[in-house]
């Protein structure tokens, strides 16, 4: 259900079908659509890793550096080519799965959001895994910690592509770690596909974040 709808929060309608066919190794002769599925199903795999880890209490701090980037890594461990290679009309890059970017051409606009440089994505991450790990907070901090901390991963925007789909997976395992489960129909990116009032509440509130600051009584900033 989590990889149902993580990918229809990135555009991609992959049906349950389809997931289950990708499970079984029966994947699409369309290169497009066969893509879609190896995604699914390699969200499917990351994320029973998290959770078997968080059965087997070996789940590391869900906002380390480290585990993001294992996250990145496993999510594209057995990615075509196709699926690494990124371009627009300004740059074309391979992808290093676990890699920051480090590169002024890994430097790209998300929507309204310029994300901070390249050559300053490791010292914003360094604080990010200081500032929210959750063993500086109480019950109710932790839980309160998981909306700002995939906002701010999402601000941070560490690596090329995927960052979205590792957000996701990374709020899934702070809800492990914060004991209000993370498993079942009522899955965390069902809740963020499907909104309060739309489904395109998540993405609406995301890009409102990144607004400017209107007014001097307005909480937005980079700060925020």
């Given at each position: 259900?989590?990889?149902?709808?993580?990918?229809?929060i990135?555009?991609?309608?992959?049906?349950?079908?389809?997931?289950?066919?990708?499970?079984?190794?029966d994947?699409?002769?369309?290169e497009?659509?066969?893509?879609?599925q190896?995604?699914a199903?390699?969200?499917?795999?990351?994320?029973?890793?998290?959770?078997?880890?968080?059965?087997?209490?070996?789940?590391?701090?869900?906002?380390?550096?480290?585990?993001?980037?294992w996250?990145?890594?496993?999510?594209?461990?057995?990615?075509?080519?196709?699926?690494?290679?990124?371009?627009?009309?300004?740059?074309?890059?391979?992808m290093?799965?676990?890699?920051?970017?480090?590169?002024?051409?890994?430097?790209?606009?998300?929507?309204?959001?310029?994300?901070?440089?390249?050559?300053?994505?490791?010292?914003?991450?360094?604080?990010?895994?200081?500032?929210y790990?959750?063993?500086?907070?109480?019950?109710?901090g932790?839980?309160m910690?998981?909306?700002?901390?995939?906002h701010?991963?999402?601000?941070?925007h560490?690596f090329?592509?995927?960052?979205?789909?590792?957000?996701?997976?990374?709020?899934?395992?702070?809800?492990?770690?914060?004991?209000?489960?993370a498993?079942?129909?009522?899955?965390i990116?069902?809740g963020l596909?499907?909104?309060?009032?739309?489904?395109?509440?998540?993405?609406?509130?995301?890009?409102?974040?990144?607004?400017p600051?209107?007014?001097?009584?307005?909480?937005?900033g980079?700060?925020?």
């Amino acid at each position: 259900m989590n990889t149902y709808y993580s990918n229809l929060i990135e555009g991609h309608n992959t049906r349950a079908r389809d997931i289950q066919r990708a499970l079984s190794r029966d994947l699409d002769q369309n290169e497009e659509r066969r893509n879609l599925q190896i995604e699914a199903a390699t969200h499917v795999r990351v994320q029973t890793a998290i959770d078997q880890m968080s059965q087997d209490g070996t789940l590391p701090p869900a906002t380390s550096a480290d585990f993001i980037q294992w996250i990145h890594s496993e999510f594209y461990r057995d990615a075509a080519p196709a699926m690494l290679a990124l371009k627009n009309e300004s740059r074309k890059i391979v992808m290093v799965p676990r890699q920051w970017r480090s590169k002024p051409e890994h430097d790209n606009a998300v929507g309204r959001h310029l994300p901070p440089s390249s050559e300053r994505v490791t010292d914003f991450m360094r604080y990010f895994e200081q500032r929210y790990n959750l063993s500086h907070f109480g019950t109710a901090g932790r839980i309160m910690a998981i909306p700002p901390a995939h906002h701010r991963l999402n601000y941070i925007h560490p690596f090329p592509d995927g960052n979205g789909r590792v957000s996701r997976l990374m709020s899934h395992a702070m809800a492990h770690q914060t004991g209000i489960g993370a498993h079942g129909l009522w899955s965390i990116s069902r809740g963020l596909a499907r909104g309060l009032e739309s489904r395109g509440e998540y993405k609406r509130m995301m890009d409102l974040t990144d607004m400017p600051r209107q007014g001097d009584l307005d909480g937005r900033g980079n700060l925020s």
